[in-house]
């Protein structure tokens, strides 16, 4: 099925304070949004799942920048196409509810991500006390590069990527779902693909608020877990579905060539032995590493309450 990119009456691309797009189908009845970072700009057109429905959306190239602002007035008149062309470029444009509205590109975003992935690990070995200076540190380093940022929106520029990579996640589970695609895929997949992950901490001192981030990393290692056992069962599902479906295929082959020969019949009972030994195996394997997940995931609960004990008699003494 078709679908279309909202426009307004002079035929721009509306896009909303949030950075979201609509599109409507053929069919009345379905619309949905998008992001822009959801666009992959490179592709001539993109497929969503929708409802059960396939929707191919033509791509237009500066889909991520069609808020900007073609004029720029400056105060000297007489400065260079070079130089307007870098403030456009770098500054944000402003939304109708005086919302700053930062115009990602791609070069912007890959500095961002390489950025991110940088201070992200100085955060992990206590170089850099929170997230909250990383953003502020990322800001910087994109405004020496000519993209006037500001850490807020490097900080929700992350969140509208992860919010993207997770909504591909999801889709990609779900069993008869067409590839649901995202843009920087691949680091992003770096950025989310750790056991361990980073607490974006906002407060001050990791020390003084011990136990709060203590219940933050016990929460967030248990998801980690969590998720990695889904992704786990997930492939073991659809390898088992594979074999099904191939002997299903062979039987119904062997089935039709020789019917009355006992000896197909012994060779096919043999296939099915062995498929059944298979799903046995399979299933207890991941019985075996869902018991060791939880093992885990206790010791590391017993770790963290005897962190908080001694925190504690710590602040009392």
């Known amino acids: 099925m078709k679908g279309y990119v909202k426009r307004d009456e002079e035929g721009k691309i ?13 069919d009345e009845s379905i619309a949905f949004q998008l992001h822009l970072s959801e666009i992959d700009e490179k592709a001539e057109q993109m497929c969503f799942n929708v409802n059960g429905k396939d929707i191919f959306i033509d791509v237009y ?7 900007i602002d073609p004029i720029v007035e400056t105060e000297n008149d007489n400065e260079n196409d070079s130089e307007n062309y870098k403030v456009s470029m770098g500054t944000p444009s402003t939304s109708k509810s005086g919302n700053a509205v930062f115009p990602w590109c791609d070069a912007s975003t890959k500095i961002f991500l390489k950025e ?10 206590r170089k850099l006390k929170n997230m909250k200076l990383a953003y502020q540190e990322i800001s910087k380093n994109l405004q020496e590069n000519g993209f006037n940022v500001t850490p807020l929106q490097v900080e929700n520029r ?3 990527l992860k919010r993207a990579y997770k909504n591909m996640i999801i889709s990609n589970r779900r069993t008869g779902r067409g590839r649901y695609i995202c843009s920087y895929e691949q ?7 750790a056991r361990h992950l980073v607490p974006e901490m906002h407060g001050s001192d990791v020390e003084a608020n011990g136990e709060e981030n203590a219940e933050s990393t016990e929460s967030k290692l248990g998801i980690s877990e969590i998720v990695r056992l889904e992704t786990q069962m997930k492939r073991m599902i659809d390898s088992l579905q594979s074999c099904q479906r191939t002997l299903k295929t062979l039987t119904t082959k062997m089935e039709s060539k020789s019917k009355g020969s006992s000896d197909v019949q012994h060779k096919l009972l043999q296939v099915f032995m062995e498929m059944r030994d298979m799903q046995k195996e399979a299933y207890a394997r ?15 609960n017993r770790l963290l309450g005897e962190i908080i004990k001694l925190q504690q008699i710590k602040k009392e003494t």
């Open 61 to 67: 190239p500066g889909w991520e920048t069609s808020e």
């Open 158 to 160: 992350f969140k509208t």
């Open 14 to 26: 509306i896009i909303d304070n949030n950075g979201f797009i609509t599109i409507t189908c053929e």
């Open 116 to 125: 991110y992935k940088l201070k992200r690990e100085l955060v992990k070995n």
């Open 187 to 193: 680091d992003l997949d770096e950025i989310f693909s």
């Open 286 to 300: 991941a019985e075996k590493e869902r018991v060791q997940a939880n093992q885990q995931r206790e010791k590391t």
